[in-house]
């Protein structure tokens, strides 16, 4: 059965002052008017962690309870920071399976109440367990993939810059032209490098912010101009170390394949798009990874102006995480709103694009590992019916293979990406160095050097002495008084 | 598109050493042999609490990835304690919308490595803020409701213990025969009058224990010997202030009426049910509310022995929570489990139920207001067929008036329902005496009374006086003292 939009909603996102249940109320209602319901036959809501940011259980219930709809079934669903989209995909079966009509998806999260250290805390538990023991964040990991794009593509840390630099003005400019967004200003190049360093080579401006929000979306079975045309979901490995590829998402590239076939459509269909830019590499791979540029060139599409509103594949108009701003629960569910509104033709004069016939919603969960790609289309759009649909899409999905050796506990190893972490969370010293380090055997580690505090004593590809400390891995550089120290230590050691 | 089951598999319930996501790998593998698969569509996870209970977000992820099928696309899904039976609605619609073959169900819960005043107020974030903040647990909530059962249907406290220590015993024997229940030992009534008192009424043997544990069912669109041919599921109130009713759950009643109607069956036709008694009343409620027996009538079945393993409608015959144990999140699914085995002939010789062609679940999120009805029978059972289906299940849904009036925050009123709590969460002393009373202007609020530490000097429908202190109700008796030391307060404020 096909699903349909019939209805829209969201606030302000923001710092707030209004409880999560009044925010998802307030979305809620203005959907609900949208789709000229009083009522639904089900309530899917997205909420990433309201035990810890808000220390309840059971809200979907109180949702329901809170939204005067009391006895209508409510179910609550979670994806990590892809909730919204996650929330979304569990309503389109349940509509798509005949038995419900009517259902309506409200995703929220309140963030900005608790201490940023704390906060910080809560976002790592999406973290795997054996990297976030180190103090990982989200940032560092981020930073991590930055460091390795760079090597990978050849990008001096300089260039590196400039290109996230661009990232975050153009969504910045879209955000300050969006009456949604937590940001409506614009910033210049000069603001981007005088922000401060969160995780090196990340800055502030490079980081989707804490925010407070929800948005709404009704589907219903009865046609109405907007259709649901392709949902894509897919995993990767829960620790970024057990990856192949740091500078491409499978599980991206395996949810936009699910995508594109069910909507029988192509990259080259899609004329929008919202990509998951919590950080500013994220949009540059993200849309490598959906097909719409060749891996490693997508930073290109920046600087020629490809995804400016006003380019051929505006990517973000909204103004991305970046400058909507990122309750996470509610993100994914708020780039589906950003396409409805696109494809609607009701996105403002400033904002709204030409040609928006057809728009693409890509959704990260934690660390690249639990992403969802959602397709929406006008339902009035003229499709070329062709004999068939031919998939031009084929993306090259790298794994490891599973039986991984254990590393030595000691023993020589190579940087394979490093950050030095400012930003920490809650019970971790600051700054922070974490490098991921591949051992002798070819396993790749976390470890964490107490020593370094400047990223600028460490290289990309460096070789490093690894060691185990207290059931951590530590990392040095192998320099002549470095294996001194380590043969000193040794020597001290009773035998 | 119909919806059929391939494969159940389950962990042993109790106290385990295993990490959560360690058991619910191995209910999983169990359930994918039996299904013969090796990989499928997508995986749906229910956990209530993962984020409190072992700090952990981003679980969908994590169990896809334990499972050795990184890549498979990974939902959690929560609606509080029936979350095993939300989880398994939302995989349903999946697979009933036909983009999904196969789904693999999975639900867990680890609370057992966490000291029982923590278990107790993470267990109690799933109550309305404005009563659980008085330190109101669910053993508390569910002994108020105890207490107004009796009231209601004129049964002495005597009578009221020696009909839960029926429930407790029945559940006991059936757990006996479970080589998955947590507890494998019968009970005597006498054992049950000697446990302790946890919430006044209600014993240590009237409450579901607290529990590891992990449960897993594949279902699939092709063809199999079991169907799932009805689900319902409705909320209530989040407080229980709100209710017009105590003694029966309008959640089981609205979610029954859906789940008889998709399957086009009545409660007649039901062979047997698991029914969720997290607390012995529980069942009774339940049993009367699905339409099993009168309002007020349930617990006669347990008298003339209808609900035993050898009467006409076995409940529980697995031990229910009760006995086989509640890892919150799992015990919705292992209640599919145990009526599958059932449906199957596979419950073993000692538990094996006749007739077992239909039987139903039920499952209760919170205090009652996230409920759910699943409904699962043999494809080759034999379906008289009439000239359509008539409904014979009309349940009187009571709902309190929207506009309530704000209750004064001083003045006379009556206790509704009140317990004495001894198991009291994290940062409440013990014993704690909370009441239930409804003020002069009709309205129902939390309230406390510090003084009364014996449950025998209150009685239901006392009437007290309510005073404000520090935001919040305390409750005192009318007595003449009582009157003359609230004189006195007032005398001495400042006029």
Known sequence: MDVFVSGIGMTRFGKSKDSLESMMAEAAAMALRDADLESVDAIYIGVMNVEEFVGDSNFAT???????????????????????????????????????????????????????????????????????????????????????????????????????????????????????????????????????????????????????????????????????????????????????????????????????????????????????????????????????????????????????????????????????????????????????????????QERQLEKAEVGLAQSVGGLGNNNIVTILERCDRKRVLKEGWKPDYHPEIKVLKKEIIPPPPEGPGVIEAFTVLYATPEGFRSPLTLGLVRAKGGEKVMACNPDYRNPKGLKMGQKVHLSMKEGFYLFEKRTWWGKLASWWKKKDKPS
């Open 62 to 348: 109180l949702l329901a309870d809170t939204l005067n709809l009391t006895g209508v079934p409510s179910t609550r669903v979670e994806t990590a920071s892809s909730t919204g989209a996650g929330v979304f995909e569990a309503a389109f079966y349940a509509v798509a399976s005949g038995h419900l009509k009517h259902v309506l998806v409200l995703a929220g999260e309140k963030m900005t109440h608790l201490p940023t250290a704390k906060t910080t805390r809560i976002l790592s538990e999406v973290i795997d367990r054996s990297e976030r023991r180190y103090g990982a964040t989200m940032p560092a990991l981020a930073a991590m993939v930055a460091q390795k794009y760079g090597q990978e593509y050849k990008l001096s840390p300089e260039r590196l810059g400039e290109i996230f630099a661009q990232v975050a003005v153009k969504n910045h400019h879209n955000g300050s032209l969006n009456p949604y967004a937590q940001f409506r200003k614009e910033i210049t190049r000069d603001d981007y490098f005088r922000s401060q360093m969160v995780s090196y080579p990340l800055r502030l401006y490079d980081c989707a912010p804490i925010t407070d929000g929800a948005s709404a979306v009704v589907l219903t079975s009865e046609p109405s101009r907007i259709r649901v045309s392709g949902i894509g979901h897919a995993t990767d490995t829960s620790a970024i170390r057990h990856r192949a590829s740091l500078t491409s998402f499978n599980s991206t590239k395996e949810a936009a394949l699910k995508a594109y076939a069910m909507a029988q459509l192509n990259p080259s269909d899609i004329r929008f798009a919202e990509v998951h830019d919590a950080f500013t590499p994220f949009e540059i791979i993200g849309t490598e990874d959906l097909g719409f540029f060749q891996q490693g060139e997508g930073w290109k599409a920046l600087e020629n102006g490809t995804t400016q509103l006003e380019g051929n594949l505006p990517v973000n108009p909204s103004g991305g995480l970046k400058s909507r701003g990122h309750p996470v629960g509610a993100s994914g569910l708020a780039q589906m709103v950003e396409i409805i509104l696109q494809l609607r033709g009701e996105a403002g």
